[in-house]
């Protein structure tokens, strides 16, 4: 049984993948690795077996900063009322057809 | 598979203490929204609690699931059904990842869940206690066994914790072909010598009952079965899935010409469900509480393997720390 010192901690990185060329990538989980070669190495064995990308990015967890969820309403809820940000807003006559 | 963990509370684990109200109400009424929780959210720390060892236990048994099938990829008879077998116990592995990184949302380390697992405090689906004898078993595992799983995750994908959602996502498009390649091996056994296809059949008939025990405790025996139901992550009780699976299991079985070694199984027309026998549920907490044929063995090679694998997480460091610090001087030296 291991029961001498704990284990060191690796370091937790945040994967996102490119699926297509001409896509964004999109986060898709995390990992420990080393470092982040190491990190890619492992992103590639674990995230694409099945060709889900062309493309991944490795980024330290712990350099993300998140906006807070208790903030959520402060944050976002303002842009309910502005509505006229979006174009179906306004009113264009028929005759004028698609803009 | 490998929601057993609702039932079985490891002992030494207090249920917490109930949460102050308001964290509560308000927790209780996102769930009835059916909103997702996610890791920065106010939760109620005996939902926290349930979601680590559930998520623990799932990746646990997803990590020892790759010991029973490990050890015949060099046996595979064949070089397809090898590289298949390999592919099928390299996803579990990446399952057990998926998995370690979702509890760690809930401010765990996956090191002290490992350790957990090593101390033997932790535990894992009781069906991988059981040794795979001959090649059919494999074939078994796949059929059954992943097919039990598949029954009991895709509800998960459905579940209040979004981490986890998100890897059952991720862990059940996988899935299903480790059914279809386990369903294959059986039926080429059927399909082929009578030496064969007895292999085949008697390897179902160990199978059958423990895989049927996977799905847990009868819903009147199981007792925290009620709070995860409350909580969105349990969406479907451990009888009504394994009703599912027999129900599905029956017409395969008939189909490769295979008996499943219940000779109470039979169609109910009125409940619109097969009918079957008792499950030895002694059998059942004597493997959960570690005397089943392989518990030692388990918890054994895989303290071993990582062990074993010290050197390298050792060396993967050294040669960051030494690469991070020769980074570090090129740029005083520019
Ligand atoms: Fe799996
Ligand atoms: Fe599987």
Known sequence: MTTEAPEAVTPLFEVFVR??????????????????????????????????????????????????????SDNFDPMASKVYRHPTFYDIPDEIGHM | MYTQAFDIVVAGETSPVADDGDVQTAFLARIARDEKIEPQDAMPEAYRKTLIRQISQHAHSEVVGMLPEGGWITRAPSLKRKEILLA?????????????????????TRESLVEALHAGKAKYSSIFNYPTETWADIGTIGWLVDGAAIMNQVPLC????????????RICKEESFHQRQGFDIVRSLCEGTPAQKAMAQESINRWWWPTLMMFGPHDSDSTHTGE???????????????????????????????????SAIMWNAERGHYDFGKIDWDE??????????????????RVAAFDEGRWVREAAAAHAAKSALSKASLKVAA
């Open chain 2, 284 to 301: 059942f907490w004597r493997v959960v509480k570690g005397d089943g044929p392989c518990n030692a063995a388990r918890v054994s090679d």
């Open chain 2, 158 to 169: 459905r579940c209040s914790y979004g981490p986890y959602a998100r890897a059952m996502i």
């Open chain 2, 228 to 262: 995860a139901t409350d909580w969105g992550i349990k969406r479907i009780s451990n009888d009504a899935l394994r009703q599912k699976f027999v129900d599905v299991t029956v017409p395969q079985a008939a189909f490769l010409g295979l008996t499943l070694p219940d």
């Open chain 2, 88 to 108: 099928k116990v390299q996803d579990e592995g990446g399952h057990g990842l998926y998995l370690y990184s979702a509890a760690e949302t809930l401010g765990v």
């Open chain 1, 19 to 72: 699926s297509k060329q001409g896509l964004d990538h999109k986060h898709v989980g995390s990992l420990h690795a080393s470092d982040a070669q190491h990190a890619l190495t492992l992103a590639r064995d674990v995230y694409t077996r099945r060709q889900e990308g062309v493309s991944i990015w490795v980024v330290p967890s712990n350099a993300i900063t998140a906006s807070d969820p208790a903030l959520k």
